[in-house]
């Protein structure tokens, strides 16, 4: 069982928790990235996140390879675009398994992938008047 979505709604720890639940889960790990108000010693404004529109294929096959290491894991992630403010919550990702253990290295290892490889980029305003763009991967041309 996966979920997966990019969304230009508000995020809910309640909707990963139940993407993760079944029967056979006896812990569930939720790791929720928050916008927060500084960043390299500045104060954050606000924040835009765009995703090419590649994003939610690479998002999948990267939850399915993960999956594929961890088959008893049941996972889901979620990642907001759009405009969003301090305080608001920019992904959820979240894994259910028999064991903690499990859902702890599944979720991490989730996470790290998600935001090292799939194509969603972050546009930083700052309170000084500067912007920056924060994670802008390349995309593949095949």
């Known amino acids: 069982m996966a979920s997966v979505s990019i969304s230009d709604q508000p995020l809910f720890v309640e909707d990963a928790l139940r993407a993760v639940t079944h029967p056979g889960v006896g812990g569930s790990v939720v790791f929720v990235g928050t916008v927060r108000d500084h960043d390299t010693g500045r104060e954050v404004a606000g924040l835009t996140y765009s995703a090419h529109p590649s994003a939610l294929q690479l ?40 064991h903690r253990s499990e859902a702890f290295q599944a979720a991490s290892a989730l996470i790290d992938r998600v935001k090292a490889e799939v194509p969603i980029w972050k546009h930083q305003r700052f309170a000084d008047g500067t912007e920056e763009w924060v994670g802008s991967l390349p995309v593949s041309q095949e």
Not at 59 to 83: I, N, S, Y
């Open 59 to 98: 998002m999948q096959q990267v939850l399915d390879e993960v999956a594929a290491g961890f088959p008893q894991v049941h996972l889901a992630v979620t990642h907001r675009v759009g405009d969003l403010t301090i305080g608001d919550l920019a992904v959820v990702v979240a894994a259910g398994a028999a």
